[in-house]
Each structure stands twice: as C-alpha cells, then as structure tokens.
C-alpha cells in the first residue's frame, strides 16, 4: 500500500523514482480505507532532505499512510524556502485539535543549549504533553529524543569532549521486542552528535527498557511503554551520503574534525562510503508502524481515551 503526499511536495517525486509506492493526497481521498496519520515534526534545517529520508522508510510498509508535515508555530526556519514551508507544513497550534496515530519528532542542531533555553521549549512541552491524548505513538529521534526522555523523566544530556561521529556497532538488547524483529544480534547505526544520555541514568528510570546500545556510543533505543514512545539517540534514517555531506562541510569551513569511524572503504574519506544500515533502518520503522496498526482505535477519535 502506499504513502499518501501532495503531488507537489519534492519528496512524491524522489520516492516515485525509487519505486516507492506513492499516491496523491486527492486520489487517496476517493479510496474507502482508513490510512494510518503520521505526523512528522520536523525540526531540522533541511527540511526536505529530513522528509524524504523519513518518508522514504514511512512508505516502505504495506499500509496506507497519510504523511502530515508539522512546524513549531513561532520558530522561522532560514534553510527552507518560506514557500515550502507555507505549502506543506502547518503550525502546531493549527494542529492541536487533531488526533494521530503516530509522530515523529526529529532532532535539531541546538544540542549545545541546555533544553530551557531552546527558542520553542515551551512548545514543545505543549507537544510532549499533548503526545498523551492525542498521539497514539511517538518517536523521538536524536535530540527530539533527548527532548523527550528529559521531559517526561528529568534524565540529563551530557556534553561530549569529542563528536561521536561515524558508524558505530550496537548490540540488539531486546530481541523479543516487537520493535526489534527480524533484527540481528548487532547492528550498524550512523551516530552525529556532540551529547550522550548515560545508560546507568536510563536504567535509573522504572519503566524504561533499552533496546538497542553500543559500548562505545551509549544507548540508542529506547522504549517507554508508559508515555506509549520510543527515543532513538543515532540516525537509522540517515542517506548513504549524509555523513559525507556533514564532514565535507566542517572540512569546507576550516572545522576541526575527525574523519567519520567506521563509514569510508579503509577509513579512507576520498572513496565513496556504502550504506550497511538500510535494511535495519526500514525493519525499524516498519515494526513501529505495524505494532500502531495492531493497537490504534479504528476511530481515530478514540485516541487518548
């Protein structure tokens, strides 16, 4: 089944090409089914390269689903044209009312502020909160993910004398979770941060359960059954070239900074790096969207009840 995007939207004619089944939202609405919403907040500066990187996975399920971009409602993005951002994103505030089934809440490059003192906080509290009645599942994902754990449970970021920056092995903590099936016992996960979250403060949290950890980059997954979440600290949505493209770019402006670990054919960054972590990347959120089809009210207006 496919995902539903405005016809006009770059991400329906990027997919389309990669043979990912895509319909317009006017076609949809003429079908008698019930598509699963999910929305994504996105709070990246590239925003449509962070909608095609979450679209791509979304659609890749066999259920329909409706793709709702969301903005915080103050903050003026200055890396996308005001034009996109006027077509296909709608402000928090306009979107409050409504219910969804699932949401995504991207990460941002501000993790060197404490949370207070981030621009939209207060917001997007008012969204954390709001997740509780009217979302039936979230996933936060590197800072939104941090975000979120603090929010919900005061469990601290920390600052990183380093970046952790590459491809980084992580052990598969839970393979009976729903979340993690058909997964191997380790996993390759793309990791591009200057912050942690300790697994020893998660693990002093009731209720929270790791999924997915790395000795050498800390926790990556975890689930929060409580607040109906999943936090996921690295990047499985990340292009084969994403790490490319933010090394190349601190090398660009005289940055100092380590070639990423563990991405480039013999460390070497003049080769082009492969993709080892697509296929987890798609069996991830595929079990996310399967474990809210099995569980979301048939009427959505149920959701929170």
């Known amino acids: 089944m496919p995902i539903t995007l405005p016809s006009d939207l770059p991400a329906f004619d990027v997919l389309a090409r990669e043979g990912v089944m895509v319909i317009s939202d006017s076609r949809a609405a003429r079908q008698d089914i019930r598509p699963l919403k999910i929305g994504l907040l996105n709070l990246m500066p590239k925003k449509i390269q962070t909608e095609n990187q979450f679209a791509r996975l979304i ?6 689903i409706d793709f709702r971009l969301i903005r ?10 005001a034009e996109h951002m006027e077509n296909f994103y709608r402000p928090f ?9 699932g949401l995504i809440i991207t990460g ?7 949370f207070e003192e981030v621009t939209y906080w207060d917001e ?3 969204v954390f909160e709001w997740t509780q009645s009217n979302v039936h ?12 754990i603090h929010h919900f449970h005061g469990v601290p970021k920390h600052m990183l004398e380093k970046k952790a920056f590459g491809c980084f092995r992580h052990r598969n903590l839970a393979p009976t979770s729903p979340y993690l099936r058909g997964f191997s016992d380790d996993v390759l996960i793309p990791v591009s941060r200057w912050t942690e979250m300790r697994q020893e403060e998660i693990d002093a949290v009731p209720g929270l359960i790791t999924l997915l950890g ?12 409580a607040h109906r979440a999943l936090y996921i600290f ?6 084969s070239g994403t790490l490319k493209e933010e090394y190349d770019r601190d090398i660009a402006s005289g940055k100092a900074i380590d070639v990423p670990v563990n991405y480039y054919p013999d460390d070497d960054p003049a080769r082009m790096p492969t993709n080892r972590w697509r296929s987890h990347a798609h069996l991830l959120y595929g079990n996310w969207i399967n474990e809210i089809y099995q569980s979301t009210p048939y009427d959505i207006a149920q959701i929170g009840e």
Request: aromatic share 4%; with cysteine.
């Open 137 to 148: 599942s979230t996933f936060g994902v590197c800072w939104g993910g941090m975000a979120m």
């Open 59 to 64: 659609g890749a399920t066999p259920l329909q």
């Open 108 to 114: 941002a490059p501000i993790e060197h502020l404490p």
């Open 234 to 239: 690295n990047h499985l949505e990340y292009d």
């Open 93 to 101: 505030q306009e979107v409050k009312e409504e219910k969804l089934d």
């Open 124 to 126: 997007l509290r008012e």
């Open 214 to 225: 790395s000795d050498q980059a800390g926790p990556c997954l975890v689930e929060d059954a």
């Open 72 to 81: 915080m409602s103050e903050h003026q993005t200055k890396n996308t044209a």
